[in-house]
């Protein structure tokens, strides 16, 4: 998927990327990086 897929996603559900962020041990900072492409994901 791509980051806007992913955006567009989080979107229709209602969640912020904050929010399930921290709902799954991840910090914030971190998610917005992989979705942007600045750090690479390593799983998944």
Same mark, same amino acid.
């Given at each position: 998927?791509? !980051?806007?897929?992913? &955006? !567009?996603?989080?979107?229709q559900?209602? =969640?912020? =990327?904050?929010?399930?962020?921290? %709902?799954?041990?991840?910090? #914030?900072?971190?998610?917005?990086?992989?979705? %942007?492409? &600045? &750090? #690479? %994901? =390593?799983?998944?």
């Amino acid at each position: 998927m791509t !980051e806007q897929e992913i &955006r !567009e996603a989080f979107r229709q559900t209602g =969640i912020s =990327i904050a929010a399930w962020a921290n %709902a799954n041990g991840f910090a #914030p900072n971190l998610v917005y990086d992989v979705l %942007a492409g &600045r &750090r #690479p %994901a =390593i799983r998944g």
